[in-house]
């Protein structure tokens, strides 16, 4: 069964920190090193590559086994690519349902000195939730696993997150918020008990 959302073309210059379903064709200007990224899943590897089309440029976020296949001077066709933002500075990734392909038509015409990556994104902090809301603790531990949040950005929770890890921490930390709450509603009910007395 296709899953697949439906994506938008975009121009590189046209992105936002809430960009999603990106479609693009891009040039590759630089392949950076490759990192190893620690985390308690395992160590990962990231590799930023500058890419660029006729509006701008960015940095694309590559991950473990997308790494190496494309060089210097290849066209892209990106689908259904996000952004996240790493350090206040956007990133294109490409999520679960995302593809990176060799174009059959070389983009010829590019901008660099437009990196949009150089733009500061504000990054707001996230609210916190109330302790009755166990399933929203287990939301938080399952987007902990993303790519994007173990390289200190947001956004990259669709990025091949590891669920069974991701899952059962957030499904543990959900538990206890929900148990949290009973507690305080049977504690509330005895001490009404008590006071009607």
């Given at each position: 069964?296709?899953?697949?959302?439906?994506?938008?073309?975009?121009?590189?210059?046209?992105?936002?920190?809430?960009?999603?379903?990106?479609?693009?064709?891009?040039?590759?200007?630089?392949?950076?090193?490759?990192?190893?990224?620690?985390?308690?899943?395992?160590?990962?590897?990231?590799?930023?590559?500058?890419?660029?089309?006729?509006?701008?440029?960015?940095?694309?976020?590559?991950?473990?086994?997308?790494?190496?296949?494309?060089?210097?001077?290849?066209?892209?066709?990106?689908?259904?690519?996000?952004?996240?933002?790493?350090?206040?500075?956007?990133?294109?990734?490409?999520?679960?349902?995302?593809?990176?392909?060799?174009?059959?038509?070389?983009?010829?015409?590019?901008?660099?000195?437009?990196?949009?990556?150089?733009?500061?994104?504000d990054?707001?902090?996230?609210?916190?939730?109330?302790?009755?809301?166990?399933?929203?603790?287990?939301?938080?531990?399952?987007?902990?696993?993303?790519?994007?949040?173990?390289?200190?950005?947001?956004?990259?929770?669709?990025?091949?997150?590891?669920?069974?890890?991701?899952?059962?921490?957030?499904?543990?930390?959900?538990?206890?918020?929900g148990?949290?709450?009973r507690?305080?509603?049977?504690?509330?009910d005895?001490?009404?008990?008590?006071?009607r007395?």
């Amino acid at each position: 069964m296709d899953e697949t959302p439906t994506a938008t073309n975009f121009n590189i210059n046209d992105l936002t920190e809430n960009s999603k379903n990106v479609n693009a064709t891009i040039k590759v200007i630089e392949v950076g090193e490759t990192k190893d990224i620690p985390s308690r899943f395992g160590d990962k590897q990231v590799c930023e590559v500058k890419v660029a089309d006729a509006s701008g440029s960015i940095l694309l976020s590559l991950w473990d086994d997308q790494i190496g296949k494309i060089a210097v001077g290849d066209t892209l066709s990106i689908q259904n690519g996000y952004i996240s933002i790493v350090r206040n500075s956007m990133r294109l990734n490409i999520g679960k349902y995302g593809k990176m392909l060799l174009s059959e038509e070389a983009l010829t015409e590019v901008n660099t000195e437009n990196n949009v990556s150089d733009r500061h994104v504000d990054q707001p902090e996230r609210p916190r939730r109330p302790a009755y809301g166990g399933g929203g603790g287990g939301r938080s531990g399952g987007s902990s696993g993303g790519y994007g949040s173990m390289y200190g950005g947001g956004g990259g929770d669709r990025s091949f997150s590891f669920r069974r890890g991701s899952g059962s921490s957030g499904g543990s930390s959900g538990g206890s918020g929900g148990g949290g709450g009973r507690r305080d509603s049977r504690g509330g009910d005895k001490k009404g008990g008590r006071g009607r007395r």
